[in-house]
Each structure stands twice: as structure tokens, then as C-alpha cells.
């Protein structure tokens, strides 16, 4: 976004995520507190209809819809504006890979939140009161590709980034035990770089006078 928009704020209510994300000149990085009010969002983040574009990636299935959705029409320009969420699925390397990728995620659902019901749905159940942008007759999931080059250490790092990965561990279950990593290492290959794909669902729609 920061090569594309002159002004770009980034939210987050953790300050070791903020303190790991990358320093550009126009963005602005801001700590918000986990509920705000209308005065406090202008405050913190930006005024009343001067927003272009909001976006939350592989985020909103955690959010307090309604809430969130007050702010995103206070601050979004009316008529116009735009909120653009996306959310990514199960990732594909190649088939001796996603074989033993597949028995992790599968044993995986079973620590999984409801929240992330939404992203197995590909947020199509997700209540989104937002109108198509131009050019489209609906507000989505629409699907892209993405393709991240990774190593297996990249790799296994993404996998204990998932929150059912944090979950499962807290309970005392390692879904990356040492059998499970010596069987992504004969998968992978020594020292290999492989394209990682990601599925990406979009849900994406504008406000206008009737949303206000």
C-alpha cells in the first residue's frame, strides 16, 4: 500500500507487531487500544470521511464486526470509500510436501477457534453491509494467487504462526514434533528454496449515503 497511497496509517493493539514491521517514510505506525471511541479514533488514526481504502489482512474473523464496521464509515470518504479484507488459505508446495503438510492441518482443525470457521468458508459467510465496487456486481470472495519463495526453516516458521499452531502448544500438543520436522526435511530437500502458494479470498465493497 505504501507504493501506492502518499499517507498510509498502520493499526495494531500489540506493540511487538508494530515494533516487527518494516520502517517506510509514509506510514505511520500507531498502537491502538482494543476498543475506541468515534473521538479517539479521529484522534489516533484519521478524521471523519478522509479515508480512501481501509484494509485488514487474515484479520477480521477476529474483530467485533459491528464496532469495526462504525469506525471503517466514520473514517472512510463518503460516497466511496473502500474496505478491502482478505483472508489466506491452506498453503501448496508440491505433493511430497502437501502430503505431510496435509496430516498437520488436519490434525490442526481440532484446536482451531470458531472465528476461523470464516476462513474455511473463505469469508463468504462473513456479514459484510458494504456495496460492489465499480465495475462489479458483487463484494466477493474473490480469489488470487499469492507465491512466496520460502526455505523449510521460513516454512516451519509460517506453520507455528497460526494460532491453532499457539493453541495446540499451550495444550501441550506439537504439531511440528521432531518426527513431523524429519518428515517435512525429506519432503523438502536439503538447503531447497520453493515456491510457496498461497490462496487469497477477497471481500471487498465501498460505502455511500444510505450506509450513514
Not at 500438543?173 to 538447503?191: P, S
Request: with cysteine; charged share 20%; net charge negative.
Amino acid at each position: 500500500l505504501a507504493g501506492i497511497y502518499r499517507n498510509v496509517v498502520a493499526t495494531d493493539t500489540s506493540p511487538t507487531q508494530l515494533a516487527l514491521a518494516h520502517r517506510l517514510p509514509n506510514i505511520r505506525y500507531q498502537l491502538t487500544p482494543p476498543s475506541m471511541s468515534l473521538d479517539e479514533l479521529t484522534q489516533l488514526v484519521a478524521p471523519q470521511s478522509s479515508v480512501d481504502l481501509v484494509t485488514a489482512a487474515q484479520a477480521i474473523h477476529w474483530f467485533d464486526l459491528p464496532t469495526f464496521y462504525k469506525q471503517v464509515k466514520h473514517v472512510l470518504r463518503r460516497p466511496g470509500g473502500v474496505l478491502a479484507v482478505w483472508c489466506y488459505t491452506k498453503s501448496y508446495v508440491d505433493d511430497a510436501v502437501d502430503a505431510v503438510f496435509h496430516r498437520v492441518f488436519e490434525r490442526s482443525i481440532h484446536f482451531s477457534p470458531p472465528e476461523c470457521k470464516l476462513i474455511s468458508d473463505h469469508y463468504i459467510n462473513l456479514d459484510f453491509p458494504f456495496d460492489p465496487i465499480d465495475g462489479e456486481e458483487h463484494t466477493g470472495p474473490f480469489t488470487f494467487e499469492s507465491v512466496v519463495l520460502m526455505d523449510l526453516d521460513m516454512y516451519l516458521t509460517y506453520i507455528r504462526s497460526w494460532s491453532v499452531y499457539q493453541n495446540a502448544y499451550q495444550k501441550g500438543v506439537d504439531l511440528l514434533n521432531k518426527q513431523v520436522v524429519r518428515d517435512f526435511e525429506n519432503a523438502w530437500g536439503v538447503n531447497e528454496i520453493k515456491p510457496v502458494r498461497f490462496p487469497l479470498h477477497l471481500r471487498i465493497g465501498r460505502v455511500g449515503g444510505k450506509n450513514f
